[in-house]
């Protein structure tokens, strides 16, 4: 089997465009990656090369790019209600493609840093990147989390401190705020986890803690992530949708005592959500009290129904 023949038979089997990313996740799945004749390290890489060059130079290529963030492969002449493609004997019939996005899941993390004891009730706030300043293209790619948190002392969840323990850590510079940094994916295995994971460095290096957040997650990446963890300090959570209390910290992030306020200055200089994330910290602070709108920590009614309508669950 070749890269193109490889495309062809998951694209039919999804009926759905794809990624080459995707294509390889969906192949890799089915197993098909074995039969495929190649010793590269990058396959997912070699086949959106050959793809992007079969439909750039070759008019009659079977493929189409629709699409632009990111750009998807279809093939011509194909319906989106129904496959042409006849399954083999031992390639599944059926790939399920999800319909929800990575921002449908945020909730569900909000949901889950109020009641893990690690972040013992932190707010959190979701950062809209299409809120940030137009910038050229590049500029300000990797500089966005998806979401950040906050933990304040004074509103821990899972142990009342005595006023003047409060007082004492603001006086005396003891953490009794520690400030989180969020990034979410749907799925990370062997294919993406570096991708996703210097992502969520990019993002989250100015935070006290940083972590890469998924909803699901092959085993085999978690000694990697562990490797990448003691050199760069970026944690890794798993999600789960139908217990949310059985979400982990698959991989603890290294605690930075200090804040990286550069990183800090010009991500609120481009997005007003973090300046405003920001501005209710310092508001909050003064008062000791949580008065400030952070997204809101859904009800256990509310939040399966949620998971539910969108598929999640």
């Not at 002449?77 to 319909?99: D, G, L, M, R, Y």
């Amino acid at each position: 089997m070749n890269f193109y023949e490889l495309a062809k038979q998951i694209i039919e089997e999804t009926n759905h465009p794809l990624s080459p990313n995707e294509i390889w996740e969906k192949a890799v799945e089915l197993g098909l990656d074995k039969q495929l004749n190649t010793k590269g390290k990058t396959p997912w890489a070699t086949l959106g090369a050959r793809l992007y060059t079969n439909v750039r130079d070759n008019p009659n290529s079977i493929f189409e790019v629709v699409g632009k963030n990111p750009k998807r492969f279809w093939l011509k002449n194909a319906s989106t209600n129904q496959s042409s493609f006849i399954s083999s004997n031992n390639v599944p019939p059926v790939i399920k493609i999800e319909k929800f996005t990575e921002r449908d899941l945020h909730p569900l993390l909000v949901k889950f840093a109020d009641s893990f004891f690690h972040f013992r009730g932190a707010k959190l706030k979701t950062i809209f990147h299409e809120n940030s300043l137009k910038q050229k293209k590049g500029y300000n790619k990797w500089i966005h989390p998806d979401l950040v948190g906050v933990y304040f002392s004074f509103n821990d969840k899972f142990r009342e401190y005595e006023k003047v323990i409060i007082d004492f850590q603001n006086d005396f510079s003891i953490t009794a705020t520690k400030l989180f940094s969020f990034e979410l994916k749907i799925k990370v295995d062997i294919s993406n986890l570096r991708e996703h994971y210097f992502q969520a460095v990019s993002n989250s290096s100015w935070a006290n803690e940083g972590y890469l957040v998924t909803l699901k997650l092959d085993e085999e990446v978690i000694e990697e992530a562990r490797r990448l963890a003691n050199s760069f300090g970026i944690g890794l959570i798993k999600l789960d949708a139908e217990n949310i209390e059985e979400g982990q910290i698959v991989v603890p992030a290294t605690f930075r005592k200090e804040v990286d306020i550069d990183s800090m200055d010009r991500l609120a200089s481009e997005n007003k959500d973090f300046a405003t994330f920001l501005q209710n910290i310092i508001d909050d602070k003064k008062i000791k009290k949580v008065n400030s709108r952070y997204d809101k920590v859904m009800e256990d009614s509310e939040i399966y129904k949620y998971l539910k309508d969108k598929g999640i669950k």
